[in-house]
């Protein structure tokens, strides 16, 4: 399926699913903190579709900067859910509550829809990432919010290439040298997207 078809099949706030469409949400903790955590898991799973669909055409600075966003996305708008609790009781107090109601009973199946869109785009992401490990290398910063943190993974992966190939050579299995080649020359390629990490 290309990135067109792809993107025309969605229904993300365009229509809502059939299996969606009779959902609501409980004006609560829980219906609140679904709505909520339902809504990130799904944006954040859209933002690295796009990414990964728009690579070749970003900077690593502009990778930088959308995963910044990403990173503010998935620490702080978890707890977006107080927030709308404490619009609900604000709107108890005064009266007008089933405003809110409606409202999260509107919104609710719209992100229902989104996260089977996002479901299905993630199918396609396990794809994509398989087989393009070039690629991989450059997004692994979405793995985390801490250049640290990927600084230090980076160096565990790399540590860990080389202990495997050690081994493999040991076992003899490094005996295909084109075999080897290739798998030295896409680890080369990895490397040089890290953001100089190893220079």
């Known amino acids: 399926m290309s990135v067109g078809e792809l993107i025309d099949n969605t229904k993300c706030f365009r229509e809502v699913s059939e299996t969606c469409i009779y959902a609501t949400v409980s004006p609560d903790a829980q219906g609140a903190q679904m709505l909520v955590s339902e809504f990130v898991s799904a944006a954040l799973t859209l933002i690295k579709f796009f990414v990964i669909m728009g690579a070749s055409d970003m900077s690593d600075s502009m990778l930088s900067m959308i995963n910044s966003a990403r990173c503010a996305m998935s620490s702080g708008f978890e707890n977006v859910w107080m927030l709308l609790m404490a619009v609900y009781h604000f709107a108890l107090q005064f009266g007008f509550e089933q405003s809110i109601i409606d409202f999260m009973n509107w919104l609710y199946p719209q992100v229902c829809t989104c996260t089977e869109d996002a479901t299905m785009i993630a199918m396609l992401l396990l794809y994509q990432e398989a087989s393009t490990g070039m690629d991989t290398a450059r997004f692994e910063r ?58």
């Open 142 to 199: 979405f793995d985390t919010c801490s250049e640290a943190v990927l600084a230090h993974k980076l160096i565990v992966k790399y540590r860990s290439s080389q202990q495997m190939d050690l081994y493999m050579i040991s076992q003899g299995e490094a005996a295909n040298l084109e075999y080897y080649f290739t798998r030295m020359q896409k680890k080369i390629a990895e490397w040089n997207h890290a953001d100089g990490i190893y220079d």
